[in-house]
């Protein structure tokens, strides 16, 4: 079947690769932990050595890669991987190798997704055919916006995990002071990802905890770690208004990674949708905008494998 096609949605931490024919739908989804592989083709090879598929089976893949991916030569930002796109196209003999940001792929997969894989957290309704815009922490935090042109979507990629991180009142100023002094200019992602959990919690009670002992503490009621998760879920909610309004993201804010759907049940109680909707003068934009937390457990599978059955269609 050369218009199988490999699809992998692969991330700082861990890798979930499927298989994706004409239809889109990933098959097989397997997931595995980066620190067990060398690279990108270690990890690949395993996978496919362990599905019992030939190299001739796979007509081309899909890659979504947490970071910059539009180039030749494609490497991680949070793990020391690359690979150099036509190299590993010949490696594997795939006729089609696509790259995508990680979060260009959770954007494509969107439209894929049903009720049951939203958690809604405020809002009124989507404006019909205006942006979307999906963004969230991670090993980084991740941005991607979603145009809908005609038939077809279009995503928009950025680096907004890496715009600099400002204060709106003294306890932000507070914590962004002393993440200067750890680490230079602060940017979005230093608070807003896996590690940033655990590093607000640290200046906020000086104990060094990971970012799920904070969040399992603040499940058995620890106020501090609470407190940590309602600071956290503030700066979100603050950066999603800013990326709403920079996308004119009226057809939706997405909310993704691990950590977003770790949080779900302290949105309603936290400053997270006050934070949102409070950017004066735009105030009444934001408040009508839904914000969806996304609970599917391979989102951006969904986005590549809909990459994926154009390639398959176009080998067929």
Request: with cysteine.
């Amino acid at each position: 079947m050369p218009h199988l096609i490999l699809i992998a949605d692969i991330g700082g931490t861990s890798s979930r690769l499927a298989l994706a024919g004409t239809d889109g739908r990933p098959q097989d989804v397997r997931i595995h932990r980066n620190d067990a592989f060398s690279g990108f083709e270690a990890l690949i090879e395993t996978d496919l050595a362990a599905r019992g598929v030939a190299a001739d089976d796979v007509g081309g893949a899909v890659l979504a890669i947490a970071g910059p991916a539009d180039g030749e030569h494609v490497r991680l930002t949070n793990r020391d991987w690359s690979f150099a796109k036509d190299e590993l196209r010949r490696r594997f003999g795939w006729q089609k190798l696509l790259g995508v940001n990680d979060f260009e792929a959770l954007a494509y997969g969107v439209p894929a997704l049903g009720p049951d894989d939203l958690v809604a957290v405020g809002g009124g309704e989507a404006a019909e055919g205006a942006p979307m815009l999906v963004c969230g922490p991670g090993t980084g935090f991740g941005v991607a916006g979603l145009l809908k042109i005609g038939d077809t979507f279009r995503a928009v990629t950025g680096e907004g995990g890496h715009a600099r991180l400002g204060a709106t009142n003294t306890e932000e100023a507070r914590l962004i002071a002393h993440m200067v002094r750890e680490l230079g200019p602060v940017v979005v992602e230093h608070a807003l990802s896996g590690s940033g959990l655990a590093r607000i919690h640290r200046v906020l009670t000086g104990d060094r905890l990971s970012p799920e002992q904070v969040i399992a503490a603040a499940f058995g009621g620890d106020g501090e770690a609470r407190e940590t998760c309602n600071m956290f879920l503030r700066l979100f909610g603050r950066i999603a208004g800013d990326l709403a309004l920079t996308f004119d993201a009226r057809g939706g804010v997405y909310l993704a990674g691990g950590v977003s759907a770790g949080l779900l049940p302290f949105y309603e109680s936290s400053p997270f949708r006050d934070a949102f909707e409070e950017h004066p003068p735009l105030d009444p934009r934001l408040i009508a905008t839904p914000v969806h937390i996304i609970t599917h457990p391979t989102p951006g599978l969904l986005g590549c494998g809909q990459l994926a059955g154009r390639l398959a269609r176009e080998l067929v």
